[in-house]
T-cell receptor, first 112, second 113 residues
Framework: DVKVTQSSRYLVKRTGEKVFLECVQDMDHENMFWYRQDPGLGLRLIYF???????EKGDIPEGYSVSREKKERFSLILESASTNQTSMYLC???????????FGPGTRLLVL | GNSVTQMEGPVTLSEEAFLTINCTYT??????LFWYVQYPGEGLQLLLK?????DKGSNKGFEATYRKETTSFHLEKGSVQVSDSAVYFCALSGPQAGTALIFGKGTTLSVSS
């Protein structure tokens, strides 16, 4: 089975802190994605990556950056956390040539 | 561009009731269509998918048929259980190969015994 893990299930941070959310997949997938999920808004794509060191902006990249130094790991960075970034963050991966995405369990982030 | 519209919830049903969650889409080309399910406190899991017109996806008693003429992919189950309580997301593949799935806003289903 494909396994996508996220470093934390719950995280509480202060406004202005730099926050790192880590995602690791164990199936050698080329593509990885970060979404945020908010009530009434569904899933919105923040960034995705189709290869090591490659990244593409999604629909809502403002206030976020990403890093993909190794194929299995895709990090989401909040440079200076703000309260409007309180949300559920979901990571997903997908092998090249397939359309099905595989999701991690999510990280619920609270910014105070 | 590609987009997905789902019926708004919450949907509240009694156990063994019939379920329909409507999903319609707008797309260029011939996208693949998906239903994902999110159980409380968890990430999304693929429930079923269909890759071309008239295909029927099915899993765990759920079914959905890819209807190109009505641009729909409605999710159905004949008899829901309490354990089906979750959020259901309809999604379609992006307009270009290699892009992310496009998701609807999700429909919350609550089943009581």
């Amino acid at each position: 089975d494909v396994k996508v893990t996220q470093s934390s299930r719950y995280l509480v941070k202060r406004t202005g802190e730099k926050v790192f959310l880590e995602c690791v997949q164990d199936m050698d997938h080329e593509n990885m994605f970060w979404y945020r999920q908010d009530p009434g808004l569904g899933l919105r794509l923040i960034y995705f990556s189709y290869d090591v060191k490659m990244k593409e902006k999604g629909d809502i990249p403002e206030g976020y950056s990403v890093s993909r130094e190794k194929k299995e790991r895709f990090s989401l960075i909040l440079e200076s956390a703000s309260t409007n970034q309180t949300s559920m963050y979901l990571c997903a991966s997908r092998p090249w040539g397939e359309e099905t995405q595989y999701f991690g369990p999510g990280t619920r982030l609270l910014v105070l | 561009g590609n987009s997905v519209t789902q019926m708004e919830g919450p949907v509240t049903l009694s156990e063994e009731a019939f379920l329909t969650i409507n999903c319609t889409y707008t797309a260029t080309g011939y996208p693949s269509l998906f239903w994902y399910v999110q159980y409380p406190g968890e990430g999304l899991q693929l429930l079923l998918k269909a890759t071309k017109a008239d295909d029927k996806g099915s899993n765990k008693g759920f079914e959905a048929t890819y209807r190109k003429e009505t641009t729909s992919f409605h999710l159905e189950k004949g008899s829901v259980q309490v354990s089906d309580s979750a959020v259901y997301f309809c999604a379609l593949s992006g307009p270009q190969a290699g892009t992310a799935l496009i998701f609807g806003k999700g429909t919350t289903l609550s089943v009581s015994s």
